[in-house]
């Protein structure tokens, strides 16, 4: 079954950056979306970044201008860099993978990488 892998989490200060990383295992269905949530303490899984199947990017309003999702399709990853980060952006990263199975679009998770932003 395909697997996700996240690093690149840890303690940042405010202003500081981060790239997270995602390893897929290789898969031979075809992919529709890629991209990232976050959850914080108390709150709803938030949707943060994505790449749809026709290569567009997408990302929430709170995190506009600061992060940047990008793909590395022949190292089977793929990257969020967070600039300027901030406190609220506080909170634990999941990447996620949605393919075209021959059951239909399965969605794939990695484990989740802490990012804590504070002085």
């Known amino acids: 079954q395909v697997q996700l892998v996240e690093s690149g989490g840890g303690l940042v200060q405010p202003g500081g950056s981060l790239r997270l990383s995602c390893v897929q295992s290789?898969?031979?269905?075809?992919?529709?979306?890629i991209g990232w949530y976050r959850q914080a303490p108390g709150k709803e899984r938030e949707l943060v970044a994505r790449?749809?199947?026709?290569?567009?990017?997408e990302y929430a309003d709170s995190v506009k201008g600061r992060f940047t999702t990008s793909r590395d399709p022949p190292k089977y990853t793929m990257y969020l860099q967070m600039d300027n980060l901030k406190p609220e952006d506080t909170a634990v990263y999941y990447c996620?993978?949605?393919?075209?199975?021959?059951?239909?679009?399965?969605?794939?998770w990695g484990q989740g990488t802490q990012v804590t932003v504070s002085s």
């Open positions: 290789k898969t031979s269905f075809s992919i529709n979306v």
């Open positions: 790449i749809t199947g026709s290569g567009e990017r």
């Open positions: 996620y993978l949605l393919l075209n199975t021959n059951w239909g679009i399965r969605t794939f």
